[in-house]
C-alpha cells in the first residue's frame, strides 16, 4: 500500500530552523500535488504549503516568505524548508498526497518551537 513517511521534526527554539521530509513509496508520485498540513492541539488540520505536479506551490498566508515547499521527484519526496520559526507554528506535521480522488496521508511529524 501507499506508504508516506515524514521526518525532520523536533524541538528547536524560536527564530531556528528545521526541514521536514516525506518520502513516499507505491505511488506515482510525479503526477500527485503534495502538500504539509499542521494540526495544533485542540485544533483543525490546516494547509501550510502545497505544490502540483508542474511545480507551483501555494502557502498559507502565516508562513509566507518564511517556509518553502520543494519537491524531488527522482527521490519520491517532498520537503518543508521551515525558517524563522515562531511558537505558533508548534503542532503535528502531516504530508499529504492528492491526485484526483486519491488522497493519502502520513503519521505526522512532531514540530516544537520553544519561545
Known amino acids: 500500500q501507499v506508504q508516506l513517511v515524514e521526518s525532520g521534526g523536533g524541538l528547536v527554539q524560536a527564530g531556528g530552523s528545521l526541514r521536514l521530509s516525506c518520502a513516499a513509496s507505491r505511488i506515482g508520485f510525479s503526477i500527485y500535488t503534495m502538500g504539509w498540513y499542521r494540526q495544533a492541539p485542540g485544533k483543525r488540520r490546516n494547509l501550510v504549503a502545497s505544490i502540483t505536479s508542474g511545480g507551483s506551490t501555494n502557502y498559507a498566508d502565516s508562513v509566507k516568505g518564511r517556509f518553502t515547499i520543494s519537491r524531488d521527484n527522482a527521490k519520491n519526496t517532498v520537503y518543508l524548508q521551515m525558517n524563522s520559526l515562531k511558537p505558533e507554528d508548534t503542532g503535528l506535521y502531516y504530508c499529504?498526497?492528492?491526485?484526483?480522488?486519491?488522497?493519502?496521508w502520513g503519521q505526522g511529524t512532531q514540530v516544537t518551537v520553544s519561545s
Open positions: 499529504n498526497a492528492r491526485f484526483q480522488d486519491y488522497v493519502y
